[in-house]
Every structure is written in structure tokens, then in C-alpha cells.
């Protein structure tokens, strides 16, 4: 395998960004936790990062990091019960569609992070 391939055995890297009308951001972030803390729980999620623009209130992005690939992630967990009160709350806060990225993880040699970005 070329350093550039990727590997399909390592999972996959879910990356999304919603946009909500800023007014909506404790609303939002209080619907999001307890589905966030429900995903972090699974085995499965290797790394959950919740990120916010500071040019833009509404506007979130996260990272989803998973040993299992899109196909399991799609039958397996995105069906999961926990994240029905979560959408129902959140999708009407969204002025723009939700935009979602999936990516094969690379090899673990371009896999790199600091005790320190953990604290």
C-alpha cells in the first residue's frame, strides 16, 4: 500500500457542519449533548470534536472518527434511537442544509495528536 492509499481498515472519518440562526446556540448545543455524549460511548467512535466557527455563532462543525466503514455506519449507528430527539429538536434550527464528508482513514503513521489537544 502506497503511502497516499487509504485504509479502509482503519475505518472512516465522518465530517459535518450544520448552520443554525445564532439566536438557536444554546438551544442547539443543549439538544446536541446528550446525543453526543451517546455517541462518544459507542466502541466503535475513536474521536468526537465539536468545533465553532468564531466569525459565525450558528455555524458548527465536527469530526467523527470510526473504526467500522460508511456502510456499517449507515445500517448500524446512524439508525440508533438516540438520535431521534436530537434531529427532531435541531433540523428545524438549520438555515442551510447540513453538509456531511465522509473519508477512509490513512495509515496510522499520518495519524498525529498531543496529550496536550485532550486537555
Known amino acids: 500500500m502506497?503511502?497516499?492509499s487509504p485504509s479502509p481498515a482503519r475505518g472512516m472519518s465522518l465530517h459535518v457542519s450544520i448552520y443554525i440562526d445564532p439566536s438557536n446556540r444554546t438551544a442547539f448545543l443543549e439538544a446536541f449533548k446528550p446525543c453526543f455524549d451517546a455517541?462518544?460511548?459507542e466502541k466503535e467512535c475513536l474521536f468526537f470534536e465539536i468545533y465553532s466557527d468564531p466569525d459565525d455563532a450558528g455555524h458548527f462543525s465536527w469530526v467523527e472518527n470510526w473504526s467500522k466503514d460508511v456502510e456499517w455506519f449507515m445500517t448500524a449507528q446512524i439508525t440508533k434511537d438516540y438520535y431521534k430527539?436530537?434531529?427532531a429538536a435541531t433540523e428545524p434550527m438549520f438555515i442551510k442544509p447540513r453538509?456531511?464528508?465522509f473519508y477512509d482513514r490513512m495509515e496510522e503513521s499520518w495519524t498525529f495528536a498531543k496529550p496536550e489537544n485532550f486537555k
Do not use: D, F, H
Open 2 to 4: 502506497s503511502a497516499n
Open 39 to 41: 455517541v462518544r460511548a
Open 85 to 87: 430527539p436530537y434531529l
Open 99 to 101: 453538509e456531511v464528508k
